[in-house]
């Protein structure tokens, strides 16, 4: 059973940084591709990014690009979102999502496995 648990959110003023993990239990955390979303308040939960089973490539949502940086430890299980720049719209609850395959996806439908989200806050 796949179970995924995040942790590192918080209350960070803008300009601000904070370093999410994402905790993975099972042995075949390194062959699959790991996602980061986000669901604000109101709104649908929007794609962050992802990273291939081996780290060596990313891919991100536009309004993150730049600022946030996902990185992956495979002998730990733990994958990161690192954000710098923090916008006030950044302010949401953040999901790491694991998926059953190699391919990347910036879709929520193709990753059956999520954590339960922690909160992110970044102050004006």
């Known amino acids: 059973q796949v179970q995924l648990v995040e942790s590192g959110g918080g209350l960070v003023q803008a300009g601000g940084s904070l370093r999410l993990s994402c905790a993975a239990s099972?042995?075949?955390?390194?062959?699959?591709?790991m996602g980061w979303f986000r669901q604000a308040p109101g709104k649908d939960r929007e794609f962050v990014g992802f990273?291939?089973?081996?780290?060596?490539?990313?891919y991100y949502a536009y309004s993150v690009k730049g600022r946030f940086t996902i990185s992956r430890d495979n002998a730990e299980n733990t994958m990161y979102l690192q954000m710098n720049g923090l916008k006030p719209e950044d302010t949401a609850v953040y999901y790491c999502?694991?998926?059953?395959?190699?391919?990347?996806?910036?879709?929520?439908?193709?990753?059956?496995?999520w954590g339960q989200g922690t909160q992110v806050t970044v102050s004006s």
């Open positions: 099972g042995r075949t955390f390194n062959m699959y591709v």
């Open positions: 999502a694991r998926r059953d395959s190699s391919a990347g996806s910036s879709s929520e439908r193709d990753y059956p496995y």
């Open positions: 990273i291939n089973w081996s780290g060596t490539y990313t």
